[in-house]
């Protein structure tokens, strides 16, 4: 008789990806980490970006450049620009044995571009119980979803697509970030959504996209009940900048100063905050004739 071994059988494991940062800095760099359940030596991991495939209402995995069983469980991608989404997995073993693909995770950019845009109507970050949203994907592809990821971490399609239009009536479950993908594979830009039910108090009305330096802005105050108010008190990044009787605040020529948190005060009760980001002036050159 042959001595007596043990045999530990576990479930196939999963691996775990985070990102940092989630929002992007135009040209910033992302890094990615990949963690497995029950580690220990001797695994290899592999990177893959999530490209939209719609047809099977889910996502095909590319392998990314260098990410072939890479032994750091971090990999770092450089110049990152648009909002994209990212799986890991991870092998050991000669024959090597693989995990599952872990969860997607996405990083996602505010700055618009020309392939892929998401705009949304009505044109504000805040909104109220009960209103009526439309986010509408625009570019040179003929289908599209809408992707929402929420504040307890679910990722989904929107539900009520007509077109390239999904349609909200909003509850306290849609606030999350939405963006689009499109057939063909491309992302747009992200935006923020919240949904808020104090029936009394105000919404802050700030624009979903970032402003570009040098242009206008106008930022108000709403009630479910009046959309125009006035003697409303204006906060950027908790600071009391704008106390008289008018019921906008104007930039004429926005600042990557301006950038920031802002919030509105009506009748003693306050908004939520809402961030507002300044991108860069495009740099236009001129075409030699």
Not at 50 to 67: C, H, I, M, N, T
Not at 145 to 170: H, W
Not at 252 to 270: H, I, L, N, T
């Amino acid at each position: 008789w042959s001595d007596i071994i043990t045999l530990t059988v576990l479930y196939k494991p999963c691996p775990v990806l985070t990102v940092s940062p989630s929002w992007l800095s135009p040209g910033a760099s992302v890094t990615l980490n990949c963690e497995v359940e029950h580690p220990s030596a001797g695994w290899s991991f592999y990177w893959y970006k999530a490209v939209p495939d719609l047809s099977q209402k889910s996502s095909s995995y590319e392998l990314l450049p260098d990410g072939n069983g890479t032994a750091n469980n971090s990999y770092i991608i450089h110049g990152q620009t648009h909002t994209a989404g990212y799986v890991c997995r991870a092998g050991r073993g000669d024959p090597e044995y693989h995990t599952d693909y872990s969860q997607p995770k996405f990083v996602w950019s505010a700055d618009v571009h020309s392939a892929a845009s998401l705009t949304v109507s009505p044109d504000r970050v805040q909104h109220f119980t009960s209103d009526s949203v439309s986010l509408t994907c625009e570019g040179k592809f003929a289908e599209w979803r809408v992707r929402k990821f929420s504040e307890d971490g679910r990722l989904s399609d929107c539900s009520r697509m007509t077109g390239s239009t999904c349609d909200i009536n909003t509850s306290k479950s849609d606030t999350a970030v939405y963006w689009c993908e499109s057939g063909s594979g491309e992302f747009s830009s992200a935006v923020n959504i919240t949904v808020h039910d104090d029936g009394n108090g105000p919404i802050l009305v700030s624009p979903v996209h970032p402003v570009t330096e040098g242009a206008s802005v106008s930022l108000s105050c709403s009630l479910r009940t009046q959309k125009i108010l006035s003697n409303v008190f204006f906060y950027h990044n908790d600071k009391l900048i704008q106390n008289d009787t008018r019921g906008e605040l104007k930039i004429s020529a926005v600042s990557k100063s301006d950038e920031g948190f802002y919030k509105c005060q009506y009748s003693g009760r306050e908004s939520a905050q809402s961030w507002m980001s300044v991108k860069g002036e495009t740099i236009k050159v001129c075409r030699m004739i």
